[in-house]
Each structure stands twice: as structure tokens, then as C-alpha cells.
Nanobody, 117 residues
Framework: QVQLVESGGGLVQPGGSLRLSCAAS????????MGWNRQAPGKQRELVAS???????NYAESVKGRFTISRDNAKNTVYLQMNSLKPEDSAVYYC???????????WGKGTLVTVSS
């Protein structure tokens, strides 16, 4: 059992920055990945960024160069630094945790990011 707690969502102006955090607790595997997906109204949910316990990252093409994902393994926490935000980045961002050893995935409740003037 893994629990995820997300924070950091909010309202920002275009060009602004925001930092999301997601803390995992419970039965954490040494082989895992954490990251963020997002879903905007009328749009499909898409992967934004992910990072493995070994530090391998993956980004959606639309956020490369603007977003940076990182993690603190000691705290089992993943961060998403979002810079140069655009209105199209507005969405509910969901944290996810994947246990590679048991092939199980967990999802957070989501945090809303709104980019608007």
C-alpha cells in the first residue's frame, strides 16, 4: 500500500513558474518510478514527466526545456519545477508511483494548475 500526497498547484500568469511536490509513503520499493500526468477539460490524460529511482527521466515533448522533474529518494518525494508556463499547461496534475517489482501503480488525487492572466 502506497499513499501519495500532492501539493503546489495554483494560479499563475503566463510565463510564470510553479513547483509541484508529491510525497509517497507506505511500502516503497527500491525499484520504482514517480512522476506526473495531467488532464485538461476535453483532453486526454497525458504523461508530463517521470523519473525512476535511478534518476532516469522522461518528458513530454511539449514541456521539454521548461519543466524539470527531480526526486529526493530519502524523502520519497518527487518535484516538478514548471517554468515559462503557458495557458495550455492548465490542467489537473496527477502524481503517480509505479512499483516495478510488483507491477503496481498508484495515483494521487490531483492538484489543479491554472495558467491565466
Amino acid at each position: 500500500q502506497v499513499q501519495l500526497v500532492e501539493s503546489g498547484g495554483g494560479l499563475v500568469q503566463p510565463g510564470g513558474s510553479l513547483r509541484l511536490s508529491c510525497a509517497a509513503s507506505g511500502s516503497i520499493s527500491s525499484l520504482n518510478a514517480m512522476g506526473w500526468n495531467r488532464q485538461a477539460p476535453g483532453k486526454q490524460r497525458e504523461l508530463v514527466a517521470s523519473i525512476t529511482s535511478g534518476g532516469v527521466t522522461n518528458y513530454a515533448e511539449s514541456v521539454k526545456g521548461r519543466f524539470t522533474i527531480s526526486r529526493d529518494n530519502a524523502k520519497n518525494t518527487v518535484y516538478l519545477q514548471m517554468n515559462s508556463l503557458k495557458p495550455e499547461d492548465s490542467a489537473v496534475y496527477y502524481c503517480h508511483y509505479t512499483d516495478y517489482a510488483r507491477v503496481m501503480a498508484y495515483w494521487g488525487k490531483g492538484t489543479l494548475v491554472t495558467v491565466s492572466s
